[in-house]
C-alpha cells in the first residue's frame, strides 16, 4: 500500500483513541499472487489445453468479521501485454469509510507499484446493490495514469460468511486500460442484513 495513500484516506475517518485501538484491532494481513494455470481436460474424447491467467488471494488476522464491510469494489485482470492489476476501493466503516488500495504489475519493467489514486467512487456507481455493467475509471501507479473500462459479460452471485454477511457479484469482465485489451473480475460486495431468507 502506498503510504500517503493509506494517510489520506485515514484523514477522512474522526481521529480518537478509539479509533486507532480499532483499527490496530481489526488489522489484517492480505497477500495476493497473480499466477498462470497451465490444464488439460478431456470432454467427449476430445483434449483441450488451457492456460489460464490467475489470482490467489489469502487474508487473515485476530478479528475478521463480515459484518463489518459495508461494501467494495475490487477490480482484478490482465492485459494483453502481460501487466497485471489491483485497484480497489472498500467501504468499512468501523475502520474506513473509504479506502483505496491495489497495485499495478509492470510486465516489462518487472516491478510492482502501489496505486497511489483512484477516481471510482462507491457512492457513483451500484449504491443500491447492482454494479454497473459498462463504466470507466481512472488510476494511477508509478508515476503512470491508468484509464480503465469496464464491460461486463456475466455476473455469478453468492452470499459467504456464517450467517450470509456478505453478498458477493463476482462480474466476469473484458476491460480496455490505455486502449490495451484485457480480462478479469470485478467483484462487488454488499452487506447483506437479511441473512439466509434470500431467494433467488
Not at 25 to 54: M, S
Not at 155 to 173: G, H, R, V, Y
Request: proline content about 4%.
Amino acid at each position: 500500500m502506498d503510504p500517503l495513500r493509506l494517510a489520506s484516506d485515514m484523514a477522512y475517518e474522526p481521529w480518537s483513541k478509539s479509533y486507532f485501538d480499532t483499527l490496530q484491532k481489526v488489522h489484517q494481513t492480505h497477500y495476493e499472487q497473480f499466477g498462470t494455470l497451465r490444464a488439460k481436460a478431456t470432454i467427449g474424447g476430445k483434449v483441450f489445453d488451457f492456460k489460464l491467467d490467475t489470482l490467489r488471494d489469502h487474508s487473515f488476522g485476530e478479528f475478521r468479521e463480515w459484518r463489518t464491510f459495508k461494501r467494495y469494489g475490487c477490480h482484478w485482470f490482465t492485459t494483453a501485454d502481460g501487466d497485471h492489476f489491483n485497484i480497489s476501493k472498500i467501504c468499512c466503516p468501523i475502520s474506513f469509510s473509504r479506502l483505496t488500495v491495489g497495485y499495478v504489475y509492470s510486465k516489462k519493467q518487472r516491478k510492482l507499484y502501489p496505486v497511489t489514486e483512484c477516481d471510482l467512487e462507491l457512492y457513483q456507481h451500484g449504491a443500491f446493490g447492482n454494479p454497473p455493467k459498462d463504466y470507466a475509471f481512472t488510476a494511477k501507479a508509478g508515476g503512470e495514469t491508468y484509464a480503465v473500462q469496464v464491460n461486463v459479460k456475466d455476473t455469478p452471485q453468492f452470499f459467504i460468511s456464517k450467517d450470509w454477511e456478505a453478498k458477493i457479484l463476482e462480474n466476469l469482465c473484458t476491460v480496455t486500460v490505455n486502449g490495451v485489451k484485457g480480462w478479469g473480475a470485478a467483484e462487488w460486495q454488499y452487506r447483506n442484513i437479511q441473512g439466509k431468507c434470500i431467494h433467488y
